[in-house]
């Protein structure tokens, strides 16, 4: 077998198929996660799990650009590849709750820096010009795994606590994810990265006050991810009543607007439709104010219907779809290919979300219940528009 460099007009595909299965591989067990670390944890110690695990991930993006200078990124995403087999085969085969505990830990570290060697991957790939396009493209395909990845995690749970299934199924995707990286970049080029002391990178993200502002929004974007992605499915169990399978249907619908209106937008970014370009800020303002406000009205039903709230749900990701699209094609207009410390600077905000929304949790139950969570999450939400309409529009 030879080895070879994909031609460039099928590399973004090749690097979408890959993000695909990634993207199958984190998302099919993370429904389930929480579940099934609360067998062996309280949801207090289940709180500190995913904020150690965060505290680590942010570690790792600090250090990444050093380690991605010195190997490369070909041989750093292998590596972490290989490192999340072992991890997840341990997920499968450990049954003592601390060992399984610290491989938690561990995989979600790994998990967010193989998304960091992707990124790289599309980026040196990308054309300024069509950034909205390729970031749409990209983007809209991962999200297309999460409306897929619940229901086959639910399936495999088939209504037991048989969660392990879901990491054997998450174990599987790994090895065409190993396939694919090995096969599709052993000749690829990296960029001469910036390098950056800590010191210097604070003022070189600090010297774009967009950026700043971008920060801070996709801050709360993705604590309303991760918040929902731990938390709701606990509540959609255990306050409203749900079984697995109908909470599957709940998400798969919940998730449909990413697949499907993500490419679009990022293309009307572009001014793929008749030329007109379409305002970043003004589409990301409108996805964080039906984020927030839908997001405020779940508190208030408590019906056990899968219709009313994978309709509710689904109105609250139309919201996010809109938000996640045009953060991530406003960044990547503005940042260079060789700007990888840049870009984990960006990237840290999924793991700093995964810090702030167990804090959110502690401490908003002691204020309220736990439907009324979700309405500190939606007022979050619309803080976003603070720092967005203080923002300039990317230019190309």
Request: charge should be positive; glycine fraction near 6%.
């Amino acid at each position: 077998m030879s080895l070879y460099t994909p031609p460039r007009t099928h590399i973004i595909y090749t690097i979408a198929v890959i993000g695909f299965i990634y993207t199958l591989h984190l998302v099919i067990p993370m429904y389930s996660n929480s579940s099934f670390l609360s067998i062996f944890a309280d949801e207090n110690i289940l709180s500190y799990i995913y904020m150690v695990g965060a505290a680590l991930s942010i570690f790792g993006y600090l250090i990444a650009p050093s380690i991605i200078r010195r190997f490369g990124n070909y041989h750093t995403a292998i590596s972490l590849i290989i490192i999340q087999i072992c991890l997840f085969y341990g997920m499968v085969a450990s049954t003592d709750a601390l060992t399984l505990t610290i491989i938690f830990i561990l995989q979600t570290a790994v998990i967010a820096l193989i998304s960091l060697c992707l990124d790289i991957f599309l980026e040196v790939y990308t054309e300024g010009s069509n950034v909205g396009r390729v970031r749409g493209l990209y983007i809209a395909t991962l999200n297309a795994s999460w409306v897929v990845a619940p229901l086959i995690g639910s399936l495999l749970i088939n209504g037991t606590n048989n969660y392990r299934n879901t990491y054997v199924a998450a174990l599987a995707m790994l090895f065409p994810l190993l396939y694919l990286v090995y096969r599709n970049f052993p000749k690829f080029v990296d960029p001469n990265y910036i390098h950056l002391s800590p010191h210097q990178l604070i003022k070189h993200i600090y010297s774009n006050s967009n950026w700043v502002r971008l920060f801070f929004a996709n801050i709360i974007l993705q604590v309303f991810y991760s918040w929902m992605v731990v938390y709701s499915p606990i509540y959609l169990n255990k306050t409203i009543g749900f079984g697995w399978e109908e909470i599957g249907i709940i998400l798969v619908i919940m998730l449909i607007p990413f697949p499907l209106i993500q490419y679009p937008l990022g293309k009307l970014s572009d001014g793929g439709y008749g030329g007109r370009k379409w305002g970043q800020k003004s589409i990301m303002a409108a996805g964080f104010i039906v984020m927030g406000v839908a997001t405020i009205s779940l508190s208030i039903f408590t019906l056990k219907s899968v219709a009313l709230w994978a309709t509710l749900l689904l109105i609250t990701r139309i919201g996010a779809a809109a938000a996640e699209i045009m953060i991530e094609t406003y960044f990547f207009k503005t940042v260079s290919v060789r700007d990888s410390a840049a870009l984990g600077i960006f990237r840290i905000t999924r793991p700093m979300s995964y810090f702030i929304a167990p804090l959110i949790t502690i401490v908003g139950l002691y204020l309220t219940t736990n439907a009324g969570l979700f309405v500190i999450i939606g007022f979050i939400c619309l803080v976003a528009l603070v720092p967005i309409l203080g923002m300039k529009e990317a230019r190309t």
